[in-house]
């Protein structure tokens, strides 16, 4: 499927089913006044954009290890724009995050593309910018609303752009659209209303390092279906991003 029409169907499909959840709770949509929340949408937009652009040019395995700055870019951010602290376990637990995170992304990673590189380096920053300003607008208004605009702006963004690409609606394969549909639903929605409704609680920063757990995750369920080796770098790997996740959540019981 044509990245920019997946991104079309992703963002459309996540913010039918956050418009399904506010109407099913008995409320209406409440507007985000907030000037911000277009810039939240923007940041999304280009955030998939150049993720996909990144992906077509180098392998998986070399975009997921430079996604990993990603953590530093939302510190750096949230201490700017938010003036959220960070402590001395904060930075223990973002080496040993960042650590981890690149073990159990195991694989021999090729920098053969500069565009690619370049793509992989940016787009994590448009994320963490996602995130922080997620974590300003949520503040004032609800998490389903912010989350609901976020993916409202970023399909009408992406549909546009769609129009300014050749053969961008060409083709759109019917079992693409199924797949979309269900990805959509458990991360585009489910995914980010978690995490979005999280930073109501606790720092972008922090809510990021205990997210970093995803990989591991995503090789323990994926053990039953694919075949996967688990070898120490992956032990080691998961290890890491288990110590650096109790950091976070036994320093924020304290401060509690």
């Not at 985000?32 to 040019?57: E, F, P």
């Not at 060409?170 to 549909?181: D, I, R, T």
């Amino acid at each position: 499927m044509n990245a920019v029409v997946g991104g079309v169907l992703t963002s459309t499909f996540a913010a039918l089913f956050n418009l399904i959840l506010i109407m099913v709770t008995y409320r209406k949509v409440a507007i985000v006044k907030d000037k911000m929340v277009l810039l939240l949408g923007i940041t999304n937009t280009v955030g998939v954009l150049l993720q996909y652009i990144a992906l077509s040019m180098l392998s998986p395995v070399t975009v997921t290890l430079i996604a990993r700055i990603y953590l530093v870019y939302v510190f750096l951010l949230g201490g700017l724009f938010l003036k959220e602290r960070i402590h001395g376990w904060d930075y223990v637990a973002i080496v040993i995050c960042i650590a981890g995170s690149i073990l159990v992304s195991s694989g021999r990673a090729q920098f053969d593309s500069a565009l690619g590189i370049l793509c992989a380096f940016i787009y994590p920053f448009m994320y963490a910018a996602n995130n922080v300003i997620a974590k300003y607008l949520v503040h004032d208004d609800h998490p389903a609303d912010v989350l609901f605009f976020n993916h409202l702006i970023s399909a009408l963004l992406l549909l546009s752009a769609g129009f300014f690409i050749p053969h961008t609606y060409s083709s759109v394969p019917l079992s693409g659209v199924a797949f979309n549909f269900g990805g959509a639903f458990f991360n585009g929605f489910l995914s980010l209303l978690l995490f979005y409704t999280s930073l109501k609680y606790i720092t972008a920063g922090k809510a990021n390092i205990v997210r970093a757990l995803g990989p591991l995750v995503v090789i323990i369920y994926s053990y039953f279906f694919f075949p996967i080796t688990i070898n120490l770098q992956i032990i080691v790997g998961a290890l890491l991003l288990i110590t650096a996740t109790a950091i976070v959540t036994i320093k924020q019981k304290d401060a509690i």
